[in-house]
């Protein structure tokens, strides 16, 4: 059964910083990857999506990797911001699902940039 | 502006009285899929829906109903709300080739006493 993780589950950070974000996951065969944010109130946010054949993708100064054989993957955000503060969630879509595009969270990681 | 909207947003019910979340999306995606919320469990799959008329249960169905009969909506019906239905709800939309992002509605906190 595929299991997501996610750690640190809350990060409190000062503003400028550079910080990673982990998430990881214990069956390898997936077909895609994608990093959300979720603020109170306003939903769930894609950010990045990798496909299993990917090593990584950027938008802006945000870069996500995916090393499939390790079962992990790592958000990076670059000179981080105080909107930059809340709950990143990582989800997997399994290659195996059929025609059903379910993703498999994981519990996510609350973010934090102070001024 | 492409977008999957949820109504209502917020909901405060008693336990039994029959509802209807409704979700719309205007992309035109084949794709649907409700999702459940819940502190340390994270987001759990209700139901999904491959196409018009096309539906079929998640990991946590008992209790729900769905429906699909236009392409852009896919409420999600609780015939008899209890309180373990208290949650967060989100709709999810995606298209069945090409790019494979996931696009969510904004929510529907619901609370059943």
């Known amino acids: 059964k595929q299991e997501v993780t996610q750690i640190p589950a809350a990060l409190s950070v000062p503003e400028g910083e550079n910080l990673v974000l982990n998430c990881s996951f214990t069956?390898?065969?997936?077909?895609?990857l994608q990093w959300f944010r979720q603020d109170p109130g306003k939903g769930l946010t894609s950010l990045l999506l990798?496909?299993?054949s990917q090593r990584e993708q950027t938008s802006g100064r945000l870069n996500a990797s995916l090393d499939k054989s390790s079962g992990r993957s790592t958000l990076y955000i670059a000179a981080s911001q105080p909107g930059d503060s809340a709950t990143y969630l990582c989800?997997?879509?399994?290659?195996?699902?059929?025609?059903?595009?379910?993703?498999?969270w994981g519990l996510g990681t609350s973010l934090a940039v102070n001024p | 502006e492409a977008q999957v909207t949820q109504n209502p947003r917020y909901l405060i019910t008693v336990t039994g009285k029959k509802l209807t979340v409704t979700c719309s999306q205007n992309?035109?995606?084949?794709?649907m899929s409700w999702y459940r919320q819940d502190p340390g469990l994270g987001l759990r799959q209700i139901y999904y829906s491959m196409n018009v008329e096309v539906t079929d249960k998640g990991d946590v169905p008992e209790g729900y109903k769905v429906s699909r009969k236009e392409k852009r909506n896919f409420p999600l019906i609780l015939e008899s709300p209890s309180p373990n239905q208290t949650s967060l709800y989100f709709c999810a939309s995606q298209r069945t080739s090409g790019p494979n992002e996931q696009f969510f509605g904004p929510g529907t906190r619901l609370t059943v006493l």
């Open positions: 069956d390898s065969a997936i077909y895609n």
């Open positions: 990798i496909q299993s």
């Open positions: 989800a997997v879509r399994l290659d195996n699902a059929g025609n059903n595009r379910k993703l498999i």
């Open positions: 992309m035109n995606h084949e794709y």
